[in-house]
């Protein structure tokens, strides 16, 4: 059977040369960097090249980057460690209402610890209102987190807009860049933030490894007390192989980024494009243009996304519905429910984010197969039957 | 150039086997255990074999395994996230002063944050005396941290002891199992303790894996806040090749045993007696017999233990002074200070931490070397000198 793959937002296979690169790692260059012998310095040097890598990739500086086990610890790191550091300054902390679990849950964590959390609507397309934003803004506000890009409906938001609100009124920002990195140029300045979290996940390195940039000497509880690892913001040894993976994967991501950019665009174009001329009562969710370049997400009428997911995968096909972490927890999507999505309409959600890897021809296999489902399904809804009178 | 490795404590080659069972999960069965579709839940059954393997190595159910990143993690997650969560019930922490950086700084972080927390003393071996710690448990006591082993000077607590008296007065009790798993017998049964933390580094397994037990239904604020991965105790895509790694090892640790602690004892007497017999004016560290099999530690008169290792490492030796995270960190060892070891001796420590793979032969050489270095820097040492009346 023909395999297609478009969940890139939840998962992609670690790349060859970000593997290669990695095994040496495991059994040969194996020493701990904390250790003060040749073997343990040569290792400590090789994070250093990675650390510069990762820096590369987002235009930041090495030592304004920290390794993570994942964009989810990042976020967490990001949000906890501002606030424990910054409560003396004020207890407010402002993110959007289409955060990822690993953000809103992080804050509604601080609402236990006699934090205020102010959550920010967003428009039909999934995007902050500056002006909003600046009225949210109170002077005991220490932090606003708001993602780059959103994996589940792919809208990009105006970051560097929303961030020059927070640098006049001398309140952190902080954007969760896992979607955005490796499929949009992403450059810490021009967005102008003071921290940003990445996964290896979005760009073909392991699960397991991200990143935290922090601008300059921010100051920042560590989420993962220890020894002095990562200049004593996250304990714990290394982790040597899948740091000399994301190295890698950072490299390679900078080379490709704009012949990705230029497939994905047209994939994306097709998908989209497709799916409007040959299925009735489907509703693009997310911004039209200001949306990742892979990114296609739907709400179907009368459709389970569900079920959808299920026959799709008969075929070979892999997509998603809602956002991957939270698939099997939720009924209803809260970030379809925040750009308004009747709930009804919200069930009927499907998400294609593509990759290099996916091709022209794959298109119009999905496309096939989707509508044959769509029918399928909409033959078996009595909502349907009795909306189109059969 | 021969190379004898004898610092595993610090970091252990990974196992050629762990390598082989990780690599299918980085670019073919990669896909997210959230997903709905077969490769996602292919891959979640997967997570729950390896939940049960690492489960099997300690005695526990699979429900009670928490994957982390890290030793470390595993230790912020059980002090921190029993903290949070009893917080109601007391404010009152009690550790060891021999407690690993993770342990003791994350116990330091809630002093900040009005906890008390009480530092039980060791005897000169290293050793809490459990009458010392039922005197120190008060009514607002919510947690004991003891560790099973310690990695500077190898002695092993009577743990079973030691809960018996925090169960006895309902506090719960932790101990971080990190140095002990894969070298002594591990049960959390008989140790009857109610949180445990491991680490992929102590069996062949790679850095950037660990695992908290955490008894039945126990309630623990994440560390790590986001979706509902790990029963909703801990967020991010889980690390799918690294988990099997954990899962390979736990099964080659539990056949492999007590071949290991038999090789590793016959070691350890060769390497401590013969010390004792070549060089003169030095100190066993840590509990002549309640110790680690492979760990052999020393303090040596008129010597600094770095320009040891470094003299050592001339000659293909890997030893470690001191704490592997803390080495570059702190001049005098918290833990050579705990057992009472005065200041200029605790200077000259020297750790050796052996695992299967070392060999007789190998002892030999690193007895050699060693009196030659020792010899070499006590004729270069003033102090010696004079004592000597040179």
Redesign the interface.
């Known amino acids: 059977m023909k395999s297609v793959y478009m969940?890139h937002a939840?998962?992609?296979?670690?790349?060859?040369q970000v593997?290669e690169a990695m095994?040496p790692y495991?059994?040969?260059h194996?020493?701990?960097p904390?250790?003060?012998?040749?073997?343990?310095l040569k290792i400590k040097q090789v994070i250093e090249e990675q650390r510069a890598k990762v820096a590369k990739l987002i235009g930041a500086k090495p030592q304004e980057i920290i390794f993570t086990?994942?964009?989810?610890?990042s976020?967490?790191l990001a949000i906890k460690g501002v606030a424990l550091a910054r409560q003396k300054k004020g207890r407010h902390i402002i993110i959007s209402a289409i955060e990822?679990?690993?953000v809103l849950?992080?804050a509604?964590?601080f609402e236990r610890m006699d934090f205020e959390v102010t959550f920010l609507p967003v428009d039909e397309y999934g995007l902050v209102d500056p002006e909003r934003l600046s009225r949210a803004i109170r002077s005991d506000t220490i932090l606003v987190s708001i993602m780059h890009a959103n994996n589940e409906i792919g809208t990009i938001q105006p970051i560097s807009e929303l961030s020059a609100i927070c640098r006049e009124k001398d309140v952190l920002f902080h954007t969760d860049a896992v979607a955005s990195v490796g499929n949009i140029p992403v450059d810490v300045n021009e967005l102008n933030v003071d921290l940003l979290s990445l996964s290896g996940?979005s760009i073909g390195a392991?699960?397991?490894?991200g990143a935290l940039y922090f601008r300059d000497n921010l100051r920042l509880?560590?989420?993962?007390?220890?020894?002095?690892?990562e200049s004593g913001r996250r304990?714990?040894?290394?982790?040597?192989?899948?740091i000399v993976g994301l190295g890698k994967a950072s490299v390679l991501a900078v080379e490709e980024l704009f012949d990705k950019m230029n497939h994905l665009e047209k994939l994306r174009s097709l998908i989209i494009s497709g799916v409007r001329e040959r299925i009735e009562h489907v509703k693009l969710t997310g911004h039209p243009d200001k949306r990742l370049p892979g990114h296609a997400s739907f709400c179907i009428e009368a459709i389970e996304g569900?079920a959808l997911?299920?026959m799709l995968?008969q075929h070979g096909i892999?997509s998603?519905?809602g956002?991957?972490?939270?698939?099997?927890?939720l009924k209803t999507s809260p970030v379809l429910v925040a750009i308004g999505t009747p709930p009804d309409l919200a069930q009927g959600s499907i998400v294609f984010t593509m990759d290099s890897s996916n091709k022209v021809e794959e298109i119009e296999y999905v496309l096939v197969k989707l509508y044959l489902a769509v029918e399928k399904l909409r033959s078996l809804s009595p909502l349907w039957r009795s909306k189109e009178g059969i």
Chains 1, 2 share one sequence.
């Open positions: 969940d939840s998962a992609t296979p670690v790349r060859e593997i095994l495991f059994d040969q194996f020493g701990n904390s250790t003060v012998y040749d073997m343990g086990s994942s964009g989810a610890e976020n967490n990822h679990h690993s849950n992080s509604r964590f996940v392991p699960k397991g490894i509880m560590p989420l993962i007390h220890g020894g002095i690892q304990g714990g040894t290394e982790n040597v192989p899948y569900e997911i299920y995968n892999y998603n519905t956002s991957a972490c939270a698939s099997k927890a």
